[in-house]
């Protein structure tokens, strides 16, 4: 069974910084891309940003483009996204996507970003 | 990045068939055949329902499938049924190397 679980998330004063963890099992992690992806409150989906299995490639919105920084770690199965001078407009559930041809077939439960003062 | 369009709400009947369109350009939609669709019930982790245009993975009913003309994407379950009351979202890979999903679409089964 495909497993993925998103920790890290929390409330975070604006400008302030946090960094999501995913950790993956069920699958051969080194073969996959993965994605985060997020869904503010009552909104839509909102892809944010992509890492190929290699790393040799990545992509980020331009809405986090500069702030935010997609890792991961194919020894440990992991992916994590570090995401510094946070807004307002960042407040979401924060979701560890897995990627297959640009299809989402694997969800983490997610973790909800808060960023309030 | 503007997302696809799609309908804010569709309704139909148990056993009718429903369509659901999501416009995009020639950047998109119109450009890749990397156009998927998801299925999101209330409080419930998104499900990836189509993907590549017309593709369903396993377990996935046949009643779901997807088309594309043009820069128009579309997603028809046929036979209603009331399990199908969700929101749905389409997604496209962008020229820009980045992707971008439709606003949603709150399907209603009368």
């Known amino acids: 069974e495909v497993l993925l679980v998103e920790s890290g998330g929390g409330l975070v004063q604006p400008g302030g910084s946090l960094r999501l963890s995913c950790e993956a099992s069920?699958?051969?992690?080194?073969?996959?891309?993965m994605n985060w992806v997020r869904q503010a409150p009552g909104r839509g989906l909102e892809w944010v940003s992509y890492?190929?299995?290699?790393?040799?490639?990545?992509y980020y919105a331009d809405s986090v483009r500069g702030r935010f920084t997609i890792s991961r770690d194919n020894a440990r199965g992991s992916v994590y996204l570090q995401m510094n001078s946070l807004r307002d407009e960042d407040t979401a559930v924060y979701y560890c996507?897995?990627?297959?041809?640009?299809?989402?077939?694997?969800w983490g439960q997610g973790t909800l970003v808060t960023v309030s003062s | 990045q503007s997302a696809l369009t799609q309908p804010a709400s569709v309704s139909g009947s148990p056993g009718q068939p429903i369509t659901i369109s999501c416009a995009g350009t020639s950047s998109d939609v119109g450009a890749y055949n990397f156009v998927s669709w998801y299925q999101v019930h209330p409080g419930k982790v998104p499900k990836l329902m189509i993907y590549e245009v017309s593709n369903r993975p396993s377990g996935i009913s046949s009643r779901f499938s997807g088309f594309k003309s043009g820069n128009t994407a579309s997603l028809t379950i046929s036979g209603l049924q009331a399990e199908d009351e969700a929101d749905y979202y389409c997604s496209s890979f962008r020229s820009s190397g980045t992707l971008v999903f439709g606003g949603g679409t709150r399907l209603t089964v009368l």
């Open positions: 996507v897995r990627g297959v041809q640009w299809g989402f077939d694997n």
């Open positions: 069920g699958f051969i992690f080194s073969h996959y891309s």
């Open positions: 890492m190929t299995s290699d790393l040799a490639t990545i």
